[in-house]
């Protein structure tokens, strides 16, 4: 299963960003998805994840407020729209879906997509 991200680029502290995966599986609304980041130096990091539905969401602290993750089933594409963004959220951003163990929403994700750079100048 390929999960294609892009949304990616360069903005100013404060600024806005949302970012989108899509995919072609017909399972895709099935299973959560989630977005994690890795940033230079340092590992790999859970952002956000969303239920099946779509009615649950979970977050990270450092997150929490101003990012937001949805899905649009129809498309088969999940969403992280990213607000208020600093330059500490530099990183690679990437997707994620289909967690197979009980530590979802945090790992064990099946699927994963190439990352889309996200860069937060000050």
């Known amino acids: 299963v390929q999960l294609q991200a892009s949304g990616g680029g360069l903005v100013q502290a404060g600024g806005s960003l949302g970012l989108s995966c899509v995919t072609s599986d017909r399972g895709f609304r099935t299973y959560p998805l989630a977005w994690f980041r890795q940033a230079p130096g340092k590992e790999r990091e859970f952002v956000a994840a969303?239920?099946?539905?779509?009615?649950?969401?979970y977050y990270a602290d450092v997150v929490k407020g101003r990012f937001t993750i949805s899905r649009d089933n129809d498309k088969k594409t999940v969403y992280l729209q990213m607000n208020s963004l600093k330059p500490e959220d530099t990183a690679v951003y990437s997707c994620a879906g289909d967690p197979r163990d009980s530590n979802w929403p945090y790992s064990g994700y099946r699927f994963w997509g190439q990352g889309t750079q996200v860069t937060v100048s000050s």
């Open positions: 969303i239920n099946w539905s779509g009615r649950a969401t």
